[in-house]
């Protein structure tokens, strides 16, 4: 029983850590998009000093997020550069180059 229990518990920690190591899957016509619209609606570049633009990085409060209409992320351009943002937890899903 007991190395029952250890087994379900190592697969229930991977089946956790696969899940949040997924990335966020944007549709190419979604992305397509978000694109025109960012074309459209340019915004300043900041610049988030202490920051890393990575993808799950978080954006600070301070920071002002864009809406794309239909779309559930969020936008700003940081360092010349549009990123997506969930606006729940303010952390970077895609970075558009």
Do not use: C, W
């Not at 025109?36 to 340019?42: L, N, W």
């Not at 954006?59 to 700003?76: A, G, I, K, N, S």
């Amino acid at each position: 029983m007991r190395m029952h229990l250890s087994a379900a518990a190592a697969f229930l920690l991977a089946s956790v850590g696969a899940v949040a190591a997924q990335d966020v899957i944007i549709a190419p016509e979604q992305e397509t998009v978000i694109r025109e619209y960012v074309k459209k609606q340019p915004l300043a570049s900041v610049e988030l000093p202490g920051v890393e633009l990575n993808i799950g990085s978080t954006v600070p409060e301070t920071v002002e997020l864009h809406e794309v209409p239909d779309v559930e992320y969020r936008y700003v351009v940081v360092d010349n550069r549009t990123v997506l943002v969930d606006p729940g937890t303010r952390k970077i899903v895609k970075i558009i180059q």
